[in-house]
């Protein structure tokens, strides 16, 4: 019902076609018309049921809403293109950091904008999205955001001030899990009852611990547990070699893993993920 409500027809273009932008265009397909734009043409060669723009002016004009899912480092020169054109169309970021401020700020004339933080376990759709809007966005621009990000699993609608939270705890969280599964040395296919329920006990009152109420807490870390240990048995790939892909240089997974490694709490090595995640902000 909520897909239903909130798809009337949308148009929905796509800037930066990497692992989030690639997956969600490929199961929103289905119900809306789909538009993409990648700096490298490559990605966005050969596509299925998915328009491919040749410049970004041409994206905008044919969207109804707009989902910015390009590198940090890029975002600044994306939004200083899309600013003549945007008008009042709605702008959807998952930009790790950027605030809903700062873009309003950019495009200026009244940007519509919501923020959201997807992880890792949305690219097999069993993920947890966290979203906030902008002072502009109005109940259906985040209804129509909430329902483009159920095709990559659960979503939890926030507030603004909790997002750095949201990325410390369910950004980053997958490779927590990845660290408890590797040093626990557990079969994925056989989790002891037990060890799930001790870690997640631990994980749930880390995330209290930087903001969140018990029952978002509850609601984040085992969707966050679920959908990690759903993606180690899809891939197939080694918990530590996993890690090594979510922990980007100087980036909050990789702030979290240090305090972990010195022998530090589940509750620090988070609260040391949401103070990196204050760093990168206040840089903007």
Same mark, same amino acid.
């Given at each position: 019902?909520?897909?239903?409500?909130?798809?009337?027809?949308?148009? /929905?273009?796509?800037?930066?076609?990497?692992?989030?932008?690639?997956?969600?265009?490929?199961?929103?397909?289905?119900?809306?018309?789909?538009?993409? =734009?990648?700096?490298d043409?490559?990605?966005?060669?050969?596509?299925?049921?998915? $328009?491919?723009?040749?410049?970004?002016?041409?994206?905008?004009?044919?969207?109804? *809403?707009?989902?910015?899912?390009?590198?940090?480092?890029? =975002? *600044?020169?994306?939004?200083?293109e899309?600013?003549?054109?945007?008008?009042?169309?709605? #702008?959807?970021? /998952?930009a790790?950091? @950027?605030?809903?401020?700062? %873009?309003?700020?950019?495009?200026?004339?009244?940007?519509?904008?919501?923020?959201?933080?997807?992880?890792?376990?949305?690219? %097999?759709?069993?993920? @947890?999205?966290?979203?906030?809007?902008?002072?502009?966005?109005?109940?259906?621009?985040? $209804?129509?955001?909430?329902?483009?990000?159920?095709?990559?699993?659960?979503t939890?609608? %926030?507030?603004? $001030?909790?997002?750095?939270?949201?990325?410390?705890?369910?950004?980053?969280?997958?490779?927590?899990?990845?660290?408890?599964? $590797?040093?626990?040395?557990?079969? %994925?296919?056989?989790?002891?009852?037990?060890?799930?329920?001790?870690?997640?006990?631990?994980?749930?009152?880390?995330?209290?611990? #930087?903001? =969140?109420?018990?029952?978002?807490?509850? #609601?984040?870390?085992?969707?966050?547990?679920?959908?990690?240990?759903s993606?180690?048995?899809?891939?197939?790939?080694a918990?530590?070699?996993?890690?090594?892909?979510?922990?980007?240089?100087?980036?909050?997974?990789?702030?979290?893993?240090?305090?972990?490694?010195?022998?530090?709490?589940?509750?620090?090595?988070?609260?040391?993920?949401?103070?990196?995640?204050?760093?990168?902000?206040?840089?903007?």
């Open positions: 019902m909520k897909r239903e409500r909130a798809k009337m027809n949308k148009n /929905i273009g796509i800037i930066g076609f990497g692992n989030m932008g690639s997956s969600l265009a490929e199961r929103i397909k289905s119900a809306y018309k789909v538009y993409a =734009f990648d700096k043409a490559r990605k966005t060669r050969n596509l299925s049921r998915i $328009e491919t723009a040749r410049d970004i002016p041409g994206l905008v004009k044919c969207s109804d *809403a707009l989902i910015l899912a390009v590198k940090p480092q890029d =975002f *600044a020169g994306v939004l200083a899309i600013k003549d054109w945007i008008g009042t169309k709605l #702008v959807i970021s /998952i790790a950091g @950027i605030t809903t401020n700062h %873009i309003e700020k950019a495009l200026g004339r009244g940007a519509r904008v919501i923020r959201v933080m997807p992880n890792m376990p949305a690219k %097999i759709a069993q993920g @947890i999205s966290c979203l906030s809007r902008s002072g502009l966005a109005s109940k259906k621009d985040l $209804e129509l955001a909430d329902t483009l990000f159920t095709y990559l699993g659960k939890v609608r %926030i507030k603004e $001030e909790l997002m750095n939270s949201a990325t410390a705890v369910s950004g980053s969280g997958p490779a927590y899990v990845l660290r408890y599964l $590797e040093s626990e040395r557990v079969n %994925i296919n056989r989790i002891p009852q037990e060890k799930k329920s001790l870690f997640l006990n631990d994980f749930q009152k880390s995330a209290q611990g #930087v903001g =969140f109420t018990f029952g978002q807490a509850k #609601v984040l870390t085992e969707a966050v547990f679920s959908g990690t240990v993606f180690l048995k899809k891939t197939k790939i918990p530590g070699e996993l890690i090594k892909q979510v922990a980007s240089k100087g980036g909050t997974t990789q702030a979290a893993l240090r305090v972990l490694d010195g022998g530090g709490s589940l509750t620090e090595a988070v609260k040391a993920a949401k103070a990196r995640a204050d760093e990168l902000s206040l840089r903007q």
